[in-house]
């Protein structure tokens, strides 16, 4: 099973998020093909090698970066085809939250499962049973805070990213369930 994640960071932080859930991958499922690539770097026939597809950003102006957004819109010809359909999706973010946990974060990732979901694919959220979720979870998936009271940047935390790796773990789980079959 191949699992790509691609990703956008400015100031590392979604980026240790993405590390955090390609090691939850990795422990869960040692025998996977783990690729971690920026959006940038993402062609759309890298989306079409790949058996699920996790993106992440930071919350820009209470939605995704363009740089993913660009990817996303450059899938056309794929979703014309049906090239993604019945690919395992899945995204995971960080924002500032000035002001309480919000700041635009759950329509971010309501944002990205639509676009997975315009392909035909299949979206996996967080339950929240699962490990770190109360510290890093969203039912859409993992989200960490990065901005402190005053609206300065603080960085993702430990429990954060714990909560990145289960999440990677949980995703991975449930997609060698569906794509066994
Ligand atoms: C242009 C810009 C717009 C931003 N807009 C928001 C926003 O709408 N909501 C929010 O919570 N954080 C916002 N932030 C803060 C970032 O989402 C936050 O610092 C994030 O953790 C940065 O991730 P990175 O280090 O991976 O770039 C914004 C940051 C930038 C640079």
Redo the contacts with the bound molecule.
């Keep these: 099973m191949r699992a790509l994640i691609v990703?956008?960071?400015?100031?590392?932080?979604?980026?240790?998020?993405a590390q955090a859930v390609a090691a939850g991958i990795g422990a869960r499922a040692p025998e996977a093909d783990i690729a971690l690539q920026r959006a940038d770097d993402t062609k759309p026939d890298d989306l079409v090698a790949a058996d699920v597809i996790l993106f992440g950003?930071?919350?820009?102006?209470?939605?995704p970066?363009w740089q993913l957004k660009r990817l996303i819109d450059a899938c056309g010809k794929l979703w014309m085809e049906g090239a993604l359909e019945g690919k395992v999706g899945g995204a995971f973010?960080?924002?500032?939250?000035?002001g309480g946990a919000?700041?635009?974060?759950e329509l971010t990732l309501a944002m990205l499962h639509s676009h997975f979901l315009e392909q035909g694919m299949i979206v996996v959220g967080f339950p929240k049973t699962a490990m770190g979720y109360a510290d890093g979870g969203l039912q859409w998936g993992p989200y960490?805070?990065?901005?402190n009271h005053e609206g300065m940047?603080e960085g993702?935390s430990d429990p954060q990213l714990t909560a990145a790796r289960s999440w990677g773990a949980h995703v991975i789980e449930v997609a060698g369930k569906l794509l066994e079959h």
């Design positions: 990703y956008h960071s400015d100031y590392g932080n979604t980026e240790r998020m950003t930071p919350v820009h102006m209470g939605g970066a973010a960080t924002g500032g939250g000035f919000g700041g635009g974060a960490a805070r990065t901005g940047p993702v």
